[in-house]
């Protein structure tokens, strides 16, 4: 007997697809505090630098500078640029005050502050882009976390069979894994 197709479920099931899409965020430099690209003083010289360390960022993730543009710009550089506090050869210069910074790959990003002296002074930051492959996943497939220290002295180790149905959700990430299982909700709907 098949059942008929409520707009409830079809909202669900909308919303069930749109919230496993990955989507990159929006991050303010800093963190939340309005205008921290700038000259730290003394005793907020680390905030920047913990912040970009605690910050987890991914690819498709942008940044977003506000600054006073009259006076600074953000220069991205190369690593031995950044330790030399040299900007005569950026990978790009952000002017304006109000930019973002698209991150498209995984690996490491150097920026310096383009007013004569910041970098100097501390106006710098790296931000490191974890690649795909360590993109922790949400849901039944997410991986366990490796144990400290493993011995075995009965040979290799058999991975338990997976069901091509869900090995090919585990293949396409999270959005397969919804695409999946709104279409095991849809066949029984209909059904």
């Not at 303010?28 to 920047?48: H, M, Y």
């Not at 987890?56 to 330790?83: A, H, P």
């Not at 040979?155 to 293949?171: D, K, L």
Request: glycine share 10%; with cysteine.
């Amino acid at each position: 007997m098949a059942y008929p197709i409520s707009p409830h479920s079809i909202l669900f099931l909308t919303l069930f697809l749109l919230s496993t899409a990955s989507h990159g965020r929006e991050i303010l430099v800093g963190g939340s505090s309005i205008n921290s690209w700038k000259i730290p003083s003394s005793s907020s010289a680390q905030n920047l630098i913990q912040w970009a360390e605690s910050t987890r960022f991914q690819v498709g993730d942008s940044l977003v500078w506000n600054f006073d543009g009259e006076k600074d710009s953000v220069v991205e550089v190369s690593r031995d640029d950044y330790y030399a506090c040299r900007t005569s050869n950026p990978i790009a210069v952000h002017h304006g005050g109000d930019n973002r910074v698209g991150l498209v790959r995984s690996g490491a990003y150097y920026f310096v502050g383009g007013a004569a002296g910041a970098c100097e002074k501390g106006e710098r930051v790296v931000v490191v882009v974890i690649s795909q492959k360590h993109v922790r996943r949400v849901g039944f497939l997410a991986p366990a976390p490796a144990p400290a220290s493993l011995e075995i002295d009965e040979g290799p180790a058999v991975a338990p069979a997976m069901t091509p149905a869900i090995a090919g959700a585990a293949s396409e990430g999270l959005f397969g894994v919804g695409v999946a299982a709104a279409a095991l909700i849809l066949v029984g709907m209909i059904v």
